[in-house]
């Protein structure tokens, strides 16, 4: 049996999202399992747009662009499985709220961010997931996330 996150390469990916380069954060999913949690990664490479002015001397990845993509891999969690909440590859996320936000480490030219995202809750049409972000099994973020979809 093919493992789901086989068949999300970059094409699926966005198909699924609607955000475009400079602001795709997502590369490649790794593990997902169906309305539960994901595991994605996005390789920082220096040409990365934000670099020319976060740092010009020191490159480092803003830490509202961690919580981007930590949320753009919700988004794709939310709508690979969650058909039972009227989730379909046509509904969008939004994020309405972060808590208990963590910047523990920068992330510079050369890293590969793991991104893990698992769903916490659903009510009343505001899904809960918790989030972090790791290099080289070194935890960079972590945070809460509060999403609502528009079916």
Do not use: W
Not at 55 to 76: C, D, W, Y
Not at 96 to 117: F, S
């Amino acid at each position: 049996m093919q493992n789901i996150a086989d068949m999300i390469d970059i094409e699926k990916i966005k198909s699924l999202l609607p955000h475009r380069y400079p602001f795709l954060l997502i590369d490649r999913v790794i593990e997902v399992e169906k309305g539960k949690n994901i595991k994605a990664l996005k390789n920082i490479t220096v040409n990365e747009p934000f670099f020319q002015g976060h740092f010009p001397s020191k490159a480092v990845m803003p830490g509202v662009l961690i919580i981007e993509a930590l949320t753009q891999a919700a988004g794709l969690l939310g709508l690979l499985g969650l058909e039972e909440e009227g989730i379909s590859e046509d509904s969008l996320f939004y994020l309405v709220g972060v808590d208990k936000v963590r910047i523990r480490k920068p992330v510079v030219p050369g890293d590969q961010l793991i991104l893990d995202v698992e769903l916490l809750s659903v009510r009343r049409n505001i899904f809960k997931f918790t989030g972090s972000a790791h290099v080289d099994s070194q935890l960079i973020t972590s945070a809460e996330l509060l999403t609502t979809v528009i079916k």
